[in-house]
Structures are given as C-alpha cells and as structure tokens.
C-alpha cells in the first residue's frame, strides 16, 4: 500500500514558484517515493526530517509510518532549501 504525500503551506507555495518541468520531476519523484519512501529517503543529521534528491533541488520531508504519510517540509534548490 502506498503512501499519501501532503504538502505543507510554506512546502505548496514554494513548490508553486518552482519552473514547470521541476516541478513536474519531483511530483514524479514523490510518486515513487509514496510507492517505497524507506528506499529513497535519506536521513538529515541535524534535524529530525528526511530529504528526497531531484537533481540540484530537495524536499525535505518527514515521515508517519502509522498514518503512512510523506509530510513535504520544504522544496527548493539545495543551495537555499537547507535555511
């Protein structure tokens, strides 16, 4: 059973700013990652939250394995996602 991705305000607007093609490579990438999120998250050493790689941009996400859902934090370049 897949996952539910939800997205959070300040997660939905900057992804809306996002190019068109970006934005449709990571909802393409969420949508795997809904499939299997254990496979392609990896862990953020300073705070408690999961990143997903597209290309020279992140989301950085957390996760609830009861209510399996991928709770999208952030979305931006990796140059100023992590601020």
Do not use: C
């Amino acid at each position: 059973m897949a996952f539910r991705v939800e997205f959070s305000e300040l997660a939905a607007e900057e992804f809306q700013k996002l190019d068109k093609a970006v934005r449709e490579r990571i909802a393409r990438k969420l949508r795997t990652v809904a499939m299997n999120p254990a496979r392609y998250l990896t862990r953020l050493s300073s705070v408690d939250a999961f990143k997903i790689r597209v290309g020279d941009y992140r989301a950085i996400v957390d996760l609830d394995w009861q209510r399996r859902i991928v709770f999208i934090l952030s979305v931006g370049h990796r140059s100023t996602v992590y601020r």
